[in-house]
Nanobody
Framework: QVQLVESGGGQVQRGKSLTLSCTAS????????MSWFRRFPGKDREFVGA????????NFDDSVKGRFSMSRDRAKKIGYLHMNNLQPEDTAVYYC??????????????????WGQGTQVTVSS
């Protein structure tokens, strides 16, 4: 059974950094994409970034390019979302998702079969 567990959320001040982790268990796929999405209050999940687990290639939404990055520890099956220069508009619930059928260019939540429970990130001004 595939399980994704996010951690690392919290409250930070504007301009600070935060790293989210997504620990995967039960993933037997040799190749898959791990992505991060975020949900603002009253809105659908929006794409943040994605990483190809094998190659390490990444793709990001324009709203976070230059501020956010992703990495992964293949041995431990942990994906990371490194968030720098956080702004109040980054306040949201962040979700990680994974699926072997998705690519880093699939900037929508559709088609992802595996999701974490979400972690709150709050950025105060």
């Amino acid at each position: 059974q595939v399980q994704l567990v996010e951690s690392g959320g919290g409250q930070v001040q504007r301009g600070k950094s935060l790293t989210l982790s997504c620990t995967a268990s039960g993933l037997i796929f040799s190749s898959f994409t791990m992505s991060w999405f975020r949900r603002f209050p009253g809105k659908d999940r929006e794409f943040v970034g994605a990483i190809n687990w094998g190659s390490g290639n990444t793709n990001f939404d324009d709203s976070v390019k230059g501020r956010f990055s992703m990495s992964r520890d293949r041995a431990k099956k942990i994906g990371y979302l490194h968030m720098n220069n956080l702004q109040p508009e980054d306040t949201a619930v962040y979700y990680c998702a994974a699926d072997p059928s998705r690519t880093v260019l699939c900037g929508t939540p559709f088609g992802y079969n595996y999701w974490g429970q979400g972690t709150q990130v709050t950025v105060s001004s």
